[in-house]
T-cell receptor, first 115, second 112 residues
Framework: AQKITQTQPGMFVQEKEAVTLDCTYDTSDPSYGLFWYKQPSSGEMIFLIYQGSYDQQNATEGRYSLNFQKARKSANLVISASQLGDSAMYFC????????????FGGGTRLMVKP | EADIYQTPRYLVIGTGKKITLECSQTMGHDKMYWYQQDPGMELHLIHYSYGVNSTEKGDLSSESTVSRIRTEHFPLTLESARPSHTSQYLCASNSFSGEKLFFGSGTQLSVL
């Protein structure tokens, strides 16, 4: 069975500083994908970044980067230069390719950016 | 960017009523999903479909039912709503080869 763990229920960060949101996962399948989604208070889920298990380099998308450490089974999200609009819930998710390609979500981290 | 639509956005309804939450996508995606999410909590998969006339139950048991008569449409029905059904329901889709899951804006359901 697949499992995603986000150990930080809530975090504060000062505006313009970088912040790391933790995510660990557990799967015995060698082929999988890891995702991060942002959910503002309005409720929609916004895709941020994706990392495949066979990707050699860490994924980056603008101010978002994914610190992928395969041996440790971690996929932390790094947000550089935090902005007030980054305040939201952040969910880590995993898709195991041989398990129906469905996403399993972690419990989420609420990020609050202080001005 | 996302062309996946959910209606209604908010619904307040009395116990015992039958309701249908609508979800449509215009991207031609084969795979569609329904997730249930309590406030500030993780998403739980309740139903999914890999194509027309294909529906499966997800990880979380749900009293709701779904249908997939057309590729673009994946409605969720509760025959008799109860207060325990109060939650946010998120619809999503992707293609068979797609990595990213596209989400609708969600339906916030409150059953009184």
């Amino acid at each position: 069975a697949q499992k995603i763990t986000q150990t930080q229920p809530g975090m504060f960060v000062q505006e313009k500083e970088a912040v790391t949101l933790d995510c660990t996962y557990d799967t015995s399948d060698p082929s999988y994908g890891l995702f991060w989604y942002k959910q503002p208070s309005s409720g929609e889920m916004i895709f941020l970044i994706y990392q495949g298990s066979y990707d050699q380099q860490n994924a980056t998308e603008g101010r978002y980067s994914l610190n992928f450490q395969k041996a440790r089974k971690s996929a932390n999200l790094v947000i550089s230069a935090s902005q007030l609009g980054d305040s939201a819930m952040y969910f880590c998710a995993m898709r195991v390719n041989n398990a129906g390609n469905m996403l399993t979500f972690g419990g989420g981290t609420r990020l609050m950016v202080k001005p | 960017e996302a062309d996946i639509y959910q209606t209604p956005r908010y619904l307040v309804i009395g116990t015992g009523k039958k309701i249908t939450l609508e979800c449509s996508q215009t991207m031609g995606h084969d795979k569609m999903y329904w997730y249930q999410q309590d406030p500030g909590m993780e998403l739980h998969l309740i139903h999914y479909s890999y194509g027309v006339n294909s529906t499966e139950k997800g990880d979380l048991s749900s009293e709701s039912t779904v249908s997939r008569i057309r590729t673009e449409h994946f409605p969720l029905t509760l025959e008799s709503a109860r207060p325990s059904h109060t939650s946010q329901y998120l619809c999503a889709s992707n293609s068979f080869s797609g990595e990213k899951l596209f989400f609708g804006s969600g339906t916030q359901l409150s059953v009184l």
